[in-house]
C-alpha cells in the first residue's frame, strides 16, 4: 500500500487566493482527519470524517475553511481566501474503525504570501 | 476536557545516552494512550501505545507504562542513536467519549541526538 497520500507537497500562494489541498486515504480506512500543523500552536485537529460525513469541525478555524469527502478515496481541504496566517503544514491522517492507529500522509507545506 | 501535557524541548543529549520524556495527561474515562514520533520532513508515525493501566508499550528500544494512579505516560529509551532526532508527541483516545478514537495531541518535544 502507498499509504496516504497528499498533494501538492508545497504551495505558496499570495494572500487572496484560493488553495485546495488534497488526501487520498489508506483503501479501506473509515475515518480521514485534516491536521494544520505551526510552530505557535503546535498540532490541531481541523475536521474529521466517518464514511465520508464530516463528524467533527470544531477546530475549523473560520468559514474561509471547507473540507469535503466525495468518497471514500479522495479528500479535499480548501481556503478562500487564503491569508498569510494560514501559514502551516497540513496533514491528512487516515484510520480503520478497529484499529488504534492512525496513519499520516507526508504533508502539504502552504505559504501564503 | 481531555489534554495532554509534555515536557517542552528541545531536549539535545549525547549518543548512547539515557532518554525521558515526561507526558500527563487528563482524562475522565479510561483512555488509550500514544506516542508518535515524527521525522524530519516527514508524518507523524505511531511508535507504540498502551491500552490499559500498567501496560508497557514498546518499539524500536523505546518504552513507556500507562500509570493510571500518577496520571503518566513518560517515554524512555536506554540508549539513544543520532537517528532518534525527531519530535515526540503524546497521544491519548478516549473512545468512550470520542467517536473514531479521536486524538488528543500534547505539544511535542523535540530531541536533537549529537554524535
Known amino acids: 500500500d502507498a499509504g496516504v497520500i497528499q498533494s501538492p507537497r508545497h504551495e505558496v500562494t499570495e494572500m487572496g487566493q484560493e488553495v485546495t489541498l488534497r488526501c487520498k486515504p489508506i483503501?479501506?480506512?473509515?475515518?480521514l482527519f485534516w491536521y494544520r500543523q505551526t510552530m505557535m500552536r503546535g498540532l490541531e485537529l481541523l475536521i474529521y470524517?466517518?464514511?465520508?460525513?464530516?463528524?467533527?469541525d470544531s477546530g475549523m478555524p473560520e468559514d474561509r475553511f471547507s473540507a469535503k469527502m466525495p468518497n471514500a478515496s479522495f479528500s479535499t481541504l480548501k481556503i478562500q481566501p487564503s491569508e498569510p496566517r494560514d501559514s502551516a503544514v497540513y496533514f491528512c491522517?487516515?484510520?480503520?474503525?478497529?484499529?488504534?492507529?492512525?496513519?499520516f500522509g507526508p504533508g502539504t507545506r502552504l505559504t501564503v504570501t | 476536557g481531555d489534554s495532554v501535557t509534555q515536557m517542552e524541548g528541545p531536549v539535545t543529549l549525547s549518543e548512547e545516552a539515557f532518554l525521558t520524556i515526561n507526558c500527563t495527561y487528563t482524562?475522565?474515562?479510561?483512555?488509550?494512550l500514544f506516542w508518535y514520533v515524527q521525522y524530519p520532513g516527514e508524518g507523524l508515525q505511531l511508535l507504540l501505545k498502551?491500552?490499559?493501566?500498567?501496560d508497557k508499550g514498546s518499539n524500536k528500544g523505546f518504552e513507556a507504562t500507562y500509570r493510571k494512579e500518577t496520571t503518566s505516560f513518560h517515554l524512555e529509551k536506554g540508549s539513544v542513536q543520532v537517528s532518534d532526532s525527531a519530535v515526540y508527541f503524546c497521544?491519548?483516545?478516549?473512545?468512550?467519549?470520542?467517536?473514531?478514537?479521536?486524538?488528543?495531541f500534547g505539544g511535542g518535544t523535540r530531541v536533537l541526538v549529537k554524535p
Open positions: 483503501s479501506g480506512h473509515d475515518y
Open positions: 497521544a491519548l483516545s478516549d473512545p468512550i467519549k470520542a467517536a473514531g478514537n479521536k486524538l488528543t
Open positions: 482524562a475522565t474515562g479510561y483512555p488509550s
Open positions: 470524517f466517518n464514511n465520508n460525513v464530516p463528524i467533527d
Open positions: 491522517a487516515s484510520q480503520t474503525a478497529l484499529s488504534y492507529e492512525q496513519y
Open positions: 498502551a491500552t490499559k493501566a500498567d
